[in-house]
Protein backbone atom coordinates (compact mmCIF):
# COMPACT_ATOMS: atom_id res chain seq x y z
CA UNK A 1 0.00 0.00 0.00
CA UNK A 2 1.61 3.74 -0.71
CA UNK A 3 1.09 6.30 1.68
CA UNK A 4 1.63 10.26 0.96
CA UNK A 5 2.00 12.23 4.46
CA UNK A 6 2.59 15.66 4.75
CA UNK A 7 4.25 17.64 7.77
CA UNK A 8 1.77 19.95 9.53
CA UNK A 9 1.36 23.27 7.94
CA UNK A 10 0.25 26.32 10.28
CA UNK A 11 0.49 29.40 10.83
CA UNK A 12 2.30 32.54 9.17
CA UNK A 13 2.47 36.30 9.26
CA UNK A 14 2.19 37.96 6.11
CA UNK A 15 5.66 38.01 4.11
CA UNK A 16 6.56 35.01 6.27
CA UNK A 17 7.94 31.78 5.04
CA UNK A 18 7.22 27.95 5.77
CA UNK A 19 7.84 24.61 4.39
CA UNK A 20 6.00 21.75 3.44
CA UNK A 21 6.61 18.42 2.59
CA UNK A 22 5.56 15.24 1.91
CA UNK A 23 7.31 11.98 2.78
CA UNK A 24 5.79 8.93 0.14
CA UNK A 25 5.97 5.56 1.36
CA UNK A 26 4.83 1.98 0.68
CA UNK A 27 5.01 -0.59 -2.08
CA UNK A 28 6.72 1.92 -4.44
CA UNK A 29 8.11 0.90 -8.00
CA UNK A 30 8.81 4.22 -8.84
CA UNK A 31 7.63 8.15 -8.65
CA UNK A 32 6.76 9.95 -11.34
CA UNK A 33 5.49 13.29 -11.41
CA UNK A 34 4.75 14.79 -7.79
CA UNK A 35 3.14 18.27 -7.21
CA UNK A 36 1.28 20.39 -5.22
CA UNK A 37 -2.08 21.51 -5.11
CA UNK A 38 -4.39 23.95 -2.75
CA UNK A 39 -8.17 24.37 -1.77
CA UNK A 40 -9.28 27.19 -0.02
CA UNK A 41 -12.33 27.49 1.58
CA UNK A 42 -15.33 27.89 -1.49
CA UNK A 43 -12.86 27.39 -4.32
CA UNK A 44 -11.94 24.22 -6.56
CA UNK A 45 -8.54 22.49 -5.64
CA UNK A 46 -5.93 24.24 -7.79
CA UNK A 47 -2.45 23.38 -9.13
CA UNK A 48 0.47 25.00 -7.20
CA UNK A 49 3.28 23.69 -8.55
CA UNK A 50 4.81 20.21 -9.90
CA UNK A 51 8.37 18.56 -10.12
CA UNK A 52 8.91 15.38 -12.69
CA UNK A 53 10.98 12.64 -12.18
CA UNK A 54 14.07 14.44 -14.27
CA UNK A 55 13.84 17.38 -11.77
CA UNK A 56 11.81 19.80 -14.04
CA UNK A 57 9.21 21.72 -12.40
CA UNK A 58 6.24 23.88 -13.35
CA UNK A 59 4.42 27.02 -10.93
CA UNK A 60 1.45 28.36 -11.12
CA UNK A 61 1.65 32.15 -12.20
CA UNK A 62 0.42 32.98 -8.74
CA UNK A 63 3.37 31.70 -6.80
CA UNK A 64 6.18 32.21 -9.07
CA UNK A 65 8.93 33.69 -7.68
CA UNK A 66 7.78 33.14 -3.93
CA UNK A 67 7.26 29.36 -3.97
CA UNK A 68 9.80 26.54 -4.30
CA UNK A 69 9.22 22.60 -4.94
CA UNK A 70 11.88 20.07 -4.89
CA UNK A 71 12.24 16.47 -4.10
CA UNK A 72 14.91 14.43 -2.62
CA UNK A 73 14.61 10.97 -4.59
CA UNK A 74 16.51 8.94 -2.14
CA UNK A 75 13.89 9.58 0.64
CA UNK A 76 10.70 9.42 -1.90
CA UNK A 77 10.17 13.23 -0.49
CA UNK A 78 8.55 16.40 -2.16
CA UNK A 79 8.90 19.72 -0.09
CA UNK A 80 7.25 23.25 -1.25
CA UNK A 81 9.36 25.86 0.12
CA UNK A 82 7.13 29.49 0.76
CA UNK A 83 8.42 32.67 1.20
CA UNK A 84 6.48 35.85 0.93
CA UNK A 85 3.34 34.28 2.31
CA UNK A 86 0.03 36.36 1.28
CA UNK A 87 -3.23 35.90 2.63
CA UNK A 88 -4.69 35.22 -0.49
CA UNK A 89 -2.07 31.74 -0.14
CA UNK A 90 -4.27 30.67 3.07
CA UNK A 91 -5.59 27.18 1.85
CA UNK A 92 -5.37 23.58 2.67
CA UNK A 93 -2.41 22.20 0.48
CA UNK A 94 -2.50 18.35 -0.67
CA UNK A 95 0.54 16.16 -2.35
CA UNK A 96 -0.48 14.40 -5.15
CA UNK A 97 2.41 11.86 -6.37
CA UNK A 98 1.74 9.56 -9.55
CA UNK A 99 3.44 6.62 -8.55
CA UNK A 100 3.81 2.93 -9.58
CA UNK A 101 2.82 0.51 -6.79
CA UNK A 102 4.60 -2.92 -6.51
CA UNK A 103 1.51 -3.99 -5.20
CA UNK A 104 -0.89 -3.65 -7.46
CA UNK A 105 1.10 -3.57 -10.93
CA UNK A 106 0.34 -0.33 -12.50
CA UNK A 107 0.77 3.53 -11.22
CA UNK A 108 -2.02 6.06 -9.72
CA UNK A 109 -2.29 9.35 -8.50
CA UNK A 110 -2.18 8.99 -4.92
CA UNK A 111 -2.66 12.10 -2.44
CA UNK A 112 -1.95 13.32 1.10
CA UNK A 113 -3.96 13.87 3.67
CA UNK A 114 -3.94 17.65 3.15
CA UNK A 115 -1.91 20.29 5.76
CA UNK A 116 -3.55 23.37 6.55
CA UNK A 117 -1.69 26.85 5.74
CA UNK A 118 -3.19 30.18 7.07
CA UNK A 119 -1.69 33.86 6.46
CA UNK A 120 -2.78 36.20 8.08
CA UNK A 121 -1.92 39.44 10.81
Known amino acids: QVQLVETVGGWVQPGGSLRLSCAAS????????MGWYRQAPGKQRELVATITSGGSTDYADSVKGRFTISRDYGKNTMYLQMVDLKPEDTAVYYC???????????????WGQGTQVTVSS
Open 26 to 33: GSIFAIYV
Open 96 to 110: NGNIFSRDTGYRKDY
